[in-house]
């Protein structure tokens, strides 16, 4: 062991008297109480690479700065400690974007194999530095300021060229005017006024809202939700819609037909009778289950998946 570790106001004093080189601080990451005092310390910190791109979208490499960062830092806490460095207090006016430069990671769908900058979106903040890493990978930040007078970010063009696809039928998510996050569908698209109308998929349509098409409360479809849907598993709890009512229901069977539809028997209680229904699972009556029906009587475990699906799905959208 070629180091020794010291609380700071020992190393202050030590070196006072016999002065020294560069300070090495580590944080603690954790105290053991019942081995007596034991610690657990960050002794390798996570390099982290950021940069404020210019108004023309380039990057200037004598611009490039660097943090110490724990491995366990989740993205949230990353982009506010580069924030808080760059003296950014209002987030609405920033974006910032990561990339890794190794893809062989546990949340390797996150990450554009073309070195292309992902945006950090809100379903991405708790994850870990640590899962997002490789031993040979590192992860660099990228910082965009609005442009007072178009009020675009300096990469606008490249990451809203997706919006070209719009039509009627076109699948994305939305966020209501509650900021909770939707998967949705366009209904409908005025192209004189550039406004879609979009409906939350398993809601009702008296929920469907008005956009402009360039409004950033419409994004990619799961960018900002997740796709549970292809998750579904034999034995599943789900909301089943029957007759105009929602009912708690169990996935009995899971079938994948000729033309490649996947379907699921779902087995349900009405009225005190056993009932099922067979629907295709990307239908809008099947939903997480108790987004629409009482949390009452769930054991604990099924408590915990509703309670962290809760970030994503409420109580529905904003009227």
């Not at 660097?66 to 209002?90: G, R, W």
């Not at 899962?131 to 040979?136: I, K, P």
């Not at 939700?225 to 709890?237: F, M």
């Not at 990307?282 to 009587?297: A, D």
Request: with cysteine; proline share 3%; net charge negative.
């Amino acid at each position: 062991q070629d180091y020794i570790l010291l609380p700071e106001y020992m190393y202050l004093k030590l070196e006072k008297w016999y002065t020294g080189g560069d300070k090495l601080p580590r944080n603690v990451l954790e105290t053991v109480t019942d081995k007596g005092s034991n610690v657990k310390v960050d002794l390798y910190p996570e390099v982290v690479r950021f940069v404020v791109c210019n108004s023309d979208g380039s990057i200037s490499d004598e611009c490039w700065e660097s943090l110490l960062l724990s491995k366990s830092s989740i993205l949230e806490a990353v982009v506010d400690k580069i924030y808080m460095h760059l003296k950014i207090q209002n987030y609405d006016e920033s974006r910032i974007s990561f990339r890794i430069t190794k893809s062989d990671s546990e949340f390797a769908d996150l990450i554009d194999l073309n070195e292309d900058w992902k945006i950090v979106k809100q379903k991405d903040k708790n994850i870990t530095l640590e899962s997002l890493l490789t031993a040979e990978s590192s992860i660099e930040f990228l910082v965009e300021k609005k442009d007072a007078i178009t009020n675009k970010f300096p990469l606008h063009d490249k990451t809203e060229k997706w919006r070209e696809n719009f039509k009627i039928g076109y699948k994305l998510d939305a966020k209501d005017n509650k900021s909770q996050w939707f998967q949705s569908v366009i209904k409908s698209f005025d192209y004189i006024s550039n406004e879609v109308m979009v409906h939350f998929e398993g809601w009702d349509e008296k929920w469907d809202e008005s956009f402009k098409t360039d409004s950033q409360n419409l994004q990619p479809l799961y960018s900002e939700t997740y796709d549970w849907r292809s998750k579904l598993e034999i034995n599943d709890e789900v909301d089943i819609k029957h007759s105009s009512k929602w009912y708690k229901g169990k996935i009995a069977k899971l079938e994948i037909g000729e033309s490649g539809e996947k379907s699921a028997k779902i087995e349900f209680q009405m009225d005190g009778l056993t009932d099922c229904i067979t629907i295709p699972t990307h239908s809008e009556q099947i939903m997480p289950l108790c987004v629409h029906t009482s949390k009452n009587n769930l054991n604990k475990e099924n408590k915990k998946i509703q309670d962290s699906l809760s970030e994503q799905i409420r109580t529905g959208p904003a009227s």
